[in-house]
């Protein structure tokens, strides 16, 4: 199963575009990349998903090399609202034994 | 219209006792879960039930028996609470059709904050 590192915190400030890196070396043919965001006092909420080059929605964007070893979430222009915990998981869309590791994600503080 | 929900919010209980959680999904998906979230914010798979057939135990003690009565609802039972218990509890859910599982987008609760005295 791929293992996920991730920064267990940063920092920003508003306006600013943040990029939040998730290793995943021993990444399966298989598996996608899944990003989840959570808000304080909140559930996880699914906030973006990709296999391969790049992503983008209405939240984020999701940068993931050719090796597809790392991704990068990018948050465009950050507000005091996306104060969250960030998590990257890897795995199947089906199929396969597959347990959703989410461990203690990424902690991004936006300072006004 | 809340998709998944759990009840209750908040539960305060003294050690020893026993108590559980509820929840409950309305959007029709095969796949619900429980997870366990520390004072560190570390996020941890307890269970994964889909169409009412255990497929994920992750070495949980058995004072922990998740119980589903039908795809709609999974309920998490906890017996004699220790300190140690004391998290945030959510439930998710995901339309993960199969068995053997998979990433698929899943969708949590709001938490049901437990306090264990």
């Known amino acids: 199963l791929a293992k996920t590192t991730q920064p267990i915190s940063m920092d920003s400030y508003e306006g600013q575009e943040v990029n939040i890196t998730c290793s995943h070396n021993?990444?399966?043919?298989?598996?996608?990349i899944t990003w989840y965001q959570q808000f304080p006092s909140q559930g996880p909420r699914f906030i973006i998903q990709?296999?391969?080059t790049k992503v983008t929605n209405e939240v984020a964007s999701l940068f993931i090399p050719a090796d597809r070893k790392s991704s990068t979430l990018s948050l465009p222009r950050v507000s005091l609202s996306d104060t969250a915990v960030y998590y990257c998981?890897?795995?199947?869309?089906?199929?396969?034994?597959?347990?959703?590791?989410f461990g203690r994600g990424t902690s991004l503080i936006v300072h006004p | 219209d809340t998709a998944v929900s759990q009840t209750p919010k908040y539960l305060v209980t003294q050690m020893g006792n026993d108590k559980s959680i509820k929840c409950e999904q309305n959007?029709?998906?095969?796949?619900m879960y429980w997870y366990k979230q520390d004072s560190k914010k570390f996020l941890k798979i307890m269970f994964s039930?889909?169409?009412?057939?255990?497929?994920i135990n992750e070495t949980v003690p058995n004072r922990f028996s998740p119980k589903s009565p039908d795809k709609a609802h999974l309920n998490l039972h906890i017996n004699s609470l220790e300190l140690g218990d004391s998290a945030v509890y959510f439930c998710?859910?995901?339309?993960?059709?199969?068995?053997?599982?998979?990433?698929?987008?899943?969708?949590f609760g709001p938490g049901t904050r437990l306090t264990v005295l």
């Open positions: 998710a859910s995901s339309h993960q059709p199969r068995a053997s599982g998979g990433s698929d987008t899943q969708y």
């Open positions: 021993n990444i399966a043919t298989n598996d996608y």
């Open positions: 990709g296999y391969k």
């Open positions: 998981l890897v795995g199947p869309l089906s199929g396969g034994s597959y347990i959703p590791t």
């Open positions: 959007l029709g998906h095969d796949t």
């Open positions: 039930y889909n169409n009412k057939e255990l497929i």
